[in-house]
Protein backbone atom coordinates (compact mmCIF):
# COMPACT_ATOMS: atom_id res chain seq x y z
CA UNK A 1 0.00 0.00 0.00
CA UNK A 2 1.20 3.76 -0.94
CA UNK A 3 0.12 5.93 1.62
CA UNK A 4 1.51 10.08 0.61
CA UNK A 5 0.60 12.40 3.46
CA UNK A 6 0.91 16.06 3.29
CA UNK A 7 3.11 15.69 1.22
CA UNK A 8 5.09 19.43 -0.41
CA UNK A 9 7.94 19.84 -2.67
CA UNK A 10 9.10 23.50 -3.30
CA UNK A 11 11.76 24.23 -5.60
CA UNK A 12 13.99 26.17 -4.43
CA UNK A 13 12.11 29.75 -3.16
CA UNK A 14 9.48 29.51 -5.65
CA UNK A 15 5.76 28.61 -4.35
CA UNK A 16 5.38 24.84 -3.50
CA UNK A 17 4.70 22.39 -6.91
CA UNK A 18 3.07 20.00 -4.37
CA UNK A 19 0.57 21.57 -1.52
CA UNK A 20 0.08 19.36 1.42
CA UNK A 21 -1.12 16.14 -0.90
CA UNK A 22 -2.92 13.12 0.13
CA UNK A 23 -3.43 10.02 -2.09
CA UNK A 24 -3.51 6.29 -0.38
CA UNK A 25 -3.41 3.76 -2.95
CA UNK A 26 -3.90 -0.07 -2.24
CA UNK A 27 -3.81 -3.52 -4.01
CA UNK A 28 -3.30 -3.80 -7.28
CA UNK A 29 -5.42 -0.83 -8.41
CA UNK A 30 -4.15 0.83 -11.98
CA UNK A 31 -4.65 4.94 -10.98
CA UNK A 32 -3.98 7.45 -13.67
CA UNK A 33 -2.59 10.91 -12.90
CA UNK A 34 -3.87 13.47 -15.12
CA UNK A 35 -3.13 17.37 -14.56
CA UNK A 36 -2.41 20.19 -17.27
CA UNK A 37 1.20 21.08 -17.78
CA UNK A 38 3.14 22.30 -14.79
CA UNK A 39 0.51 20.67 -12.26
CA UNK A 40 3.22 18.34 -10.14
CA UNK A 41 2.66 14.91 -11.83
CA UNK A 42 5.94 14.25 -12.43
CA UNK A 43 7.12 15.55 -9.57
CA UNK A 44 4.71 13.66 -7.56
CA UNK A 45 5.65 10.51 -9.30
CA UNK A 46 9.60 11.47 -8.90
CA UNK A 47 9.36 11.82 -4.87
CA UNK A 48 7.59 8.43 -4.31
CA UNK A 49 10.97 7.23 -5.77
CA UNK A 50 13.17 10.25 -4.15
CA UNK A 51 14.60 11.11 -7.84
CA UNK A 52 13.04 14.52 -6.32
CA UNK A 53 13.62 15.15 -2.99
CA UNK A 54 10.42 15.98 -1.20
CA UNK A 55 10.37 19.39 1.35
CA UNK A 56 8.07 17.86 3.43
CA UNK A 57 5.29 15.22 4.15
CA UNK A 58 5.29 11.23 4.50
CA UNK A 59 5.44 8.85 1.64
CA UNK A 60 5.22 5.24 3.25
CA UNK A 61 5.17 1.83 0.86
CA UNK A 62 3.84 -0.79 2.65
CA UNK A 63 4.67 0.59 5.99
CA UNK A 64 8.14 1.59 5.37
CA UNK A 65 8.86 5.96 5.81
CA UNK A 66 10.23 6.98 2.33
CA UNK A 67 11.22 10.31 2.75
CA UNK A 68 13.98 10.11 5.81
CA UNK A 69 15.64 7.07 4.02
CA UNK A 70 19.61 7.69 2.66
CA UNK A 71 22.20 5.25 1.63
CA UNK A 72 21.84 1.54 1.48
CA UNK A 73 18.49 1.45 3.13
CA UNK A 74 17.21 4.79 0.29
CA UNK A 75 18.82 1.98 -2.42
CA UNK A 76 17.62 -0.92 -0.77
CA UNK A 77 13.88 0.74 -0.80
CA UNK A 78 14.14 1.84 -4.69
CA UNK A 79 14.84 -1.08 -5.55
CA UNK A 80 11.25 -1.92 -4.65
CA UNK A 81 9.88 0.89 -7.15
CA UNK A 82 9.90 -0.05 -10.65
CA UNK A 83 9.74 2.83 -13.11
CA UNK A 84 8.46 3.51 -16.45
CA UNK A 85 9.87 6.23 -18.62
CA UNK A 86 8.39 8.14 -21.95
CA UNK A 87 11.48 8.21 -23.36
CA UNK A 88 12.15 4.52 -22.39
CA UNK A 89 15.56 5.58 -20.91
CA UNK A 90 17.03 2.21 -22.94
CA UNK A 91 20.89 1.61 -23.17
CA UNK A 92 20.74 1.58 -26.95
CA UNK A 93 24.03 -0.28 -28.17
CA UNK A 94 22.89 -3.21 -25.19
CA UNK A 95 20.84 -5.69 -26.33
CA UNK A 96 17.04 -6.29 -25.41
CA UNK A 97 18.65 -8.85 -22.51
CA UNK A 98 21.26 -6.87 -21.50
CA UNK A 99 18.75 -4.08 -20.78
CA UNK A 100 16.11 -5.88 -18.98
CA UNK A 101 18.80 -7.71 -16.79
CA UNK A 102 19.92 -3.82 -15.24
CA UNK A 103 16.87 -4.29 -13.38
CA UNK A 104 18.40 -6.91 -11.13
CA UNK A 105 21.28 -3.93 -10.85
CA UNK A 106 20.39 -3.32 -7.19
CA UNK A 107 20.41 -6.91 -6.58
CA UNK A 108 23.81 -8.42 -7.79
CA UNK A 109 27.12 -7.52 -6.72
CA UNK A 110 29.30 -5.23 -8.41
CA UNK A 111 31.34 -8.12 -9.91
CA UNK A 112 28.42 -9.46 -11.27
CA UNK A 113 26.94 -6.53 -12.38
CA UNK A 114 30.33 -5.56 -14.37
CA UNK A 115 31.05 -9.02 -15.75
CA UNK A 116 27.38 -9.30 -16.31
CA UNK A 117 26.75 -12.87 -14.37
CA UNK A 118 23.40 -12.76 -13.81
CA UNK A 119 22.05 -15.69 -11.35
CA UNK A 120 20.58 -18.61 -13.47
CA UNK A 121 16.88 -17.80 -11.95
CA UNK A 122 17.26 -13.95 -13.39
CA UNK A 123 17.85 -14.92 -16.69
CA UNK A 124 14.57 -17.25 -16.24
CA UNK A 125 12.34 -14.61 -15.09
CA UNK A 126 13.92 -12.22 -17.68
CA UNK A 127 12.77 -14.67 -20.61
CA UNK A 128 9.50 -15.36 -18.83
CA UNK A 129 8.46 -11.93 -18.65
CA UNK A 130 9.81 -11.10 -22.21
CA UNK A 131 7.61 -13.83 -23.52
CA UNK A 132 5.03 -12.63 -21.21
CA UNK A 133 4.94 -8.81 -23.43
CA UNK A 134 5.95 -10.52 -26.57
CA UNK A 135 9.84 -9.39 -27.15
CA UNK A 136 11.37 -13.06 -26.07
CA UNK A 137 12.40 -13.01 -29.58
CA UNK A 138 14.51 -10.02 -29.50
CA UNK A 139 16.29 -10.99 -26.57
CA UNK A 140 19.53 -10.51 -28.38
CA UNK A 141 18.42 -7.33 -30.76
CA UNK A 142 20.14 -3.81 -29.63
CA UNK A 143 17.69 -1.85 -27.99
CA UNK A 144 17.88 0.89 -30.59
CA UNK A 145 16.64 -1.73 -33.46
CA UNK A 146 13.17 -1.76 -31.92
CA UNK A 147 9.81 0.19 -32.03
CA UNK A 148 8.76 2.61 -29.90
CA UNK A 149 5.97 -0.13 -28.87
CA UNK A 150 8.18 -2.72 -28.23
CA UNK A 151 11.41 -0.16 -26.36
CA UNK A 152 8.04 0.59 -23.84
CA UNK A 153 7.69 -3.05 -23.62
CA UNK A 154 11.34 -3.75 -22.73
CA UNK A 155 11.20 -0.47 -20.20
CA UNK A 156 8.04 -2.61 -18.30
CA UNK A 157 9.91 -5.87 -17.87
CA UNK A 158 12.91 -4.04 -16.68
CA UNK A 159 10.93 -2.31 -14.38
CA UNK A 160 9.11 -5.74 -13.18
CA UNK A 161 12.86 -7.78 -13.23
CA UNK A 162 13.20 -5.04 -10.37
CA UNK A 163 10.46 -7.42 -8.34
CA UNK A 164 8.35 -4.02 -7.87
CA UNK A 165 5.76 -3.43 -5.06
CA UNK A 166 4.34 -0.41 -6.93
CA UNK A 167 5.19 0.38 -10.31
CA UNK A 168 5.27 4.00 -11.41
CA UNK A 169 5.04 5.31 -15.43
CA UNK A 170 5.75 8.52 -15.97
CA UNK A 171 3.60 9.10 -19.42
CA UNK A 172 4.37 5.64 -20.70
CA UNK A 173 2.59 6.51 -24.21
CA UNK A 174 3.35 9.54 -24.70
CA UNK A 175 6.01 9.06 -27.75
CA UNK A 176 3.62 6.26 -29.04
CA UNK A 177 1.00 6.56 -31.77
CA UNK A 178 -2.75 5.78 -30.34
CA UNK A 179 -2.39 2.19 -31.19
CA UNK A 180 0.51 1.25 -29.76
CA UNK A 181 -0.43 3.81 -26.58
CA UNK A 182 -3.40 2.03 -26.17
CA UNK A 183 -1.41 -1.73 -26.34
CA UNK A 184 0.80 -0.02 -23.53
CA UNK A 185 -1.97 0.99 -21.72
CA UNK A 186 -3.51 -2.72 -21.95
CA UNK A 187 -0.34 -4.23 -20.64
CA UNK A 188 -0.14 -2.34 -17.90
CA UNK A 189 -3.68 -2.94 -16.98
CA UNK A 190 -3.42 -6.61 -17.14
CA UNK A 191 -0.01 -6.64 -15.53
CA UNK A 192 -1.29 -4.88 -12.39
CA UNK A 193 -3.58 -7.32 -11.66
CA UNK A 194 -1.81 -10.40 -12.49
CA UNK A 195 1.25 -9.49 -10.36
CA UNK A 196 -0.92 -7.79 -7.58
CA UNK A 197 1.10 -4.52 -7.83
CA UNK A 198 -0.36 -0.76 -7.57
CA UNK A 199 0.58 0.84 -10.99
CA UNK A 200 0.62 4.91 -10.75
CA UNK A 201 0.32 6.52 -14.12
CA UNK A 202 1.67 9.84 -15.31
CA UNK A 203 -0.83 10.59 -18.47
CA UNK A 204 -2.31 13.57 -20.29
CA UNK A 205 -4.36 11.28 -22.36
CA UNK A 206 -7.74 11.57 -20.56
CA UNK A 207 -10.05 9.37 -22.57
CA UNK A 208 -6.95 6.90 -22.19
CA UNK A 209 -6.99 7.08 -18.20
CA UNK A 210 -10.89 6.74 -18.62
CA UNK A 211 -10.76 3.32 -20.51
CA UNK A 212 -7.78 1.63 -18.96
CA UNK A 213 -7.17 2.59 -15.26
CA UNK A 214 -9.96 1.93 -12.66
CA UNK A 215 -9.22 5.41 -10.47
CA UNK A 216 -8.44 9.05 -12.14
CA UNK A 217 -6.57 11.65 -9.56
CA UNK A 218 -7.12 15.17 -10.97
CA UNK A 219 -4.19 18.01 -10.25
CA UNK A 220 -4.02 21.27 -10.11
CA UNK A 221 -1.28 23.43 -9.27
CA UNK A 222 -0.29 21.10 -7.07
CA UNK A 223 -3.71 19.99 -4.99
CA UNK A 224 -5.70 17.15 -6.04
CA UNK A 225 -9.12 18.25 -7.02
CA UNK A 226 -9.99 15.38 -8.19
CA UNK A 227 -10.13 11.69 -7.27
CA UNK A 228 -12.67 9.26 -8.13
CA UNK A 229 -13.51 6.38 -10.88
CA UNK A 230 -13.74 6.99 -14.43
CA UNK A 231 -17.15 6.78 -14.68
CA UNK A 232 -17.49 10.04 -12.60
CA UNK A 233 -15.09 12.14 -14.51
CA UNK A 234 -17.21 14.01 -16.66
CA UNK A 235 -17.54 17.67 -18.00
CA UNK A 236 -17.31 19.17 -14.51
CA UNK A 237 -14.24 17.48 -13.57
CA UNK A 238 -12.03 18.14 -16.71
CA UNK A 239 -13.27 22.26 -16.58
CA UNK A 240 -12.07 22.06 -12.71
CA UNK A 241 -8.49 20.19 -13.88
CA UNK A 242 -8.07 22.55 -17.19
CA UNK A 243 -10.51 25.06 -17.47
CA UNK A 244 -8.48 28.54 -18.08
CA UNK A 245 -5.37 26.58 -19.27
CA UNK A 246 -4.77 26.29 -22.70
CA UNK A 247 -4.19 22.46 -23.68
CA UNK A 248 -4.47 20.17 -26.54
CA UNK A 249 -8.32 19.54 -27.27
CA UNK A 250 -7.63 16.26 -28.26
CA UNK A 251 -5.66 15.22 -25.24
CA UNK A 252 -8.29 16.23 -22.68
CA UNK A 253 -11.16 14.89 -24.76
CA UNK A 254 -13.12 12.50 -22.27
CA UNK A 255 -15.61 10.72 -24.16
CA UNK A 256 -15.00 7.17 -24.61
CA UNK A 257 -15.78 6.79 -28.32
CA UNK A 258 -12.87 8.93 -28.94
CA UNK A 259 -10.47 6.83 -26.81
CA UNK A 260 -8.46 6.08 -30.28
CA UNK A 261 -8.68 9.06 -31.29
CA UNK A 262 -7.53 11.34 -28.54
CA UNK A 263 -3.58 11.13 -28.36
CA UNK A 264 -1.93 14.37 -29.61
CA UNK A 265 1.68 13.22 -30.41
CA UNK A 266 3.21 12.26 -33.09
CA UNK A 267 4.47 8.43 -32.97
CA UNK A 268 8.30 7.80 -33.20
N1 LIG B 1 14.05 20.70 -11.17
C1 LIG B 1 13.18 21.71 -11.12
N2 LIG B 1 13.55 22.93 -10.70
C2 LIG B 1 12.67 23.93 -10.63
N3 LIG B 1 11.37 23.84 -10.97
C3 LIG B 1 10.94 22.65 -11.41
C4 LIG B 1 11.82 21.53 -11.51
N4 LIG B 1 11.11 20.47 -11.96
C5 LIG B 1 9.85 20.90 -12.14
N5 LIG B 1 9.74 22.21 -11.81
C6 LIG B 1 8.53 23.02 -11.87
O1 LIG B 1 7.53 22.39 -11.09
C7 LIG B 1 6.25 22.53 -11.70
C8 LIG B 1 5.62 21.16 -11.85
O2 LIG B 1 6.38 20.43 -12.79
P1 LIG B 1 6.05 18.91 -13.13
O3 LIG B 1 7.04 18.47 -14.16
O4 LIG B 1 5.97 18.13 -11.89
O5 LIG B 1 4.60 19.05 -13.75
P2 LIG B 1 3.80 18.03 -14.66
O6 LIG B 1 2.39 18.11 -14.21
O7 LIG B 1 4.44 16.70 -14.65
O8 LIG B 1 3.96 18.69 -16.08
P3 LIG B 1 4.09 17.99 -17.53
O9 LIG B 1 2.76 17.36 -17.78
O10 LIG B 1 4.37 19.11 -18.45
O11 LIG B 1 5.20 16.99 -17.45
C9 LIG B 1 6.47 23.27 -13.01
O12 LIG B 1 6.16 24.63 -12.81
C10 LIG B 1 7.93 23.09 -13.26
O13 LIG B 1 8.47 24.19 -13.97
Given at each position: MLEISKLVKRYGRDEPVLKELDLTVEGSSVVSIVGASGA????MLRCINRLVEPTSGSIRLNGTELVTLKGRELRRARRKIGMVFQGFNLIDRLTVMENVLAGRLGYVNLFQAITRRYPQSDIERAFQLMERVGIAHYANKR???LSGGERQRVGVVRALMQEPEILLADEP???LDPRTSEQIMKLLQSLA??????????????AQAKAYTERIVGLRHGRMIFDGAPADFGKEALDAIYGGIETA????????????????HDST
Open positions: GKSTADETASHELSLPVLINIHNVEEEITAEPGRSTQGVA
